[in-house]
């Protein structure tokens, strides 16, 4: 028998890219699946049953867990996908825009691990994967809103990880770099466009010409996503493809000089 068969997973954000083939890779692992999206309109794949949910909603994530605990008693895994972007200079956000992007990718996460922790702490087992980014790990250019959100997710996914340990659950934060997905398409657009920044902005639309056509597929993100879900030693970062581990190791071993120098000349900024 399947070791998973009889688990429940529930991944937010299945209706597209990271999320989707994570849905998809747990259900083949044996997982009964279920996938949320805000709108159900037959996407997913028949082994995946999706249901409808907006992470901004605090009664639409308890609808949700509660839908789930009804169907199946049980929830072993929750992966914390949804998310939105934000590409544009700091300064052209306002506030507001920033706390839209902090709802769904942060407080959205805190949303769902506070619904689904009772339940897993009554069973006293439980696994929750939180999708980072390595923009949580590296501040970049024209990121720094989205960077801040990626970077508080990751401390609040260690603290929670020490907390939850207790009750047998394990919380692991996944770290991707570029990945081929409609992210960028479905990414707020800074509510207050500068000039001074066009040229800051066309470096990166130069950059994400160059990276995106080999960035890494999500199914790629997807496989560490089911190893997080699955490993008998659970860790608590996995980087996701090439890009992310080769960031991730220069931040840690390249003086910050020479990592600030070839960042900047990454995003075709001034030395
Ligand atoms: N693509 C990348 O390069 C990359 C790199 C690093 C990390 N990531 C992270 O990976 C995750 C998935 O991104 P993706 O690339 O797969 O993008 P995507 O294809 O645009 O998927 C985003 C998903 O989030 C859902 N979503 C958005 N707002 C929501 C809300 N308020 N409530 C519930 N669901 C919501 C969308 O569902 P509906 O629109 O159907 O509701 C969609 O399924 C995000 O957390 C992102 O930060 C992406």
């Known amino acids: 028998m399947n070791r998973n068969s009889g688990k429940t997973a529930i991944v937010t954000g299945a209706s597209s890219g990271i999320g989707r083939a994570s849905a998809e890779a747990l259900a083949r692992a044996g997982f009964t699946v279920f996938g949320t999206s805000r709108k159900i309109s037959g996407q997913g794949s028949s082994e995946i049953s999706m249901l409808v949910c907006d992470v901004t909603d605090d009664a639409s994530v308890a609808a949700l867990v509660s839908d789930v605990l009804a169907r199946t008693g049980r929830i072993d895994l929750l992966v914390n996908n949804a998310g939105v972007g934000l590409l544009g200079g700091a300064e052209e956000s306002s506030v507001s825009q920033s706390k839209a992007l902090f709802d769904v990718n942060l407080f ?115 496989n560490v996503v089911l190893r997080a879900a699955t490993d008998k030693r659970q860790r608590r970062r996995y980087t996701a493809g090439k890009t992310a581990r080769l960031v991730s190791t220069l931040r840690r071993f390249a003086p910050a000089a020479t990592f600030d120098k070839t960042l900047r000349k990454q995003f075709r900024l001034p030395a």
Request: charged content about 25%; glycine content about 6%; aromatic content about 6%.
């Open 108 to 222: 959205g996460v805190m949303r769902m691990i506070n619904a689904v922790l009772p339940s897993m702490r009554r069973r006293d087992e439980g696994r929750i994967v939180n999708i980072g980014s390595i923009l949580g790990l590296v501040p970049a250019p024209y990121s720094a809103h989205y960077s801040a959100v990626k970077h508080a997710l990751e401390g609040y996914s260690e603290s929670l990880d020490h907390e939850v340990r207790a009750f047998n659950i394990r919380v692991s934060v996944i770290e991707p770099a570029f990945v081929r997905t409609v992210f960028d398409q479905n990414g707020l657009e800074p509510d207050s466009v500068m000039k001074e920044y066009d040229q800051a902005r066309a470096g990166i639309d130069a950059l994400l010409r160059d990276v995106m056509p080999k960035a890494d597929p999500p199914e790629a993100v997807a």
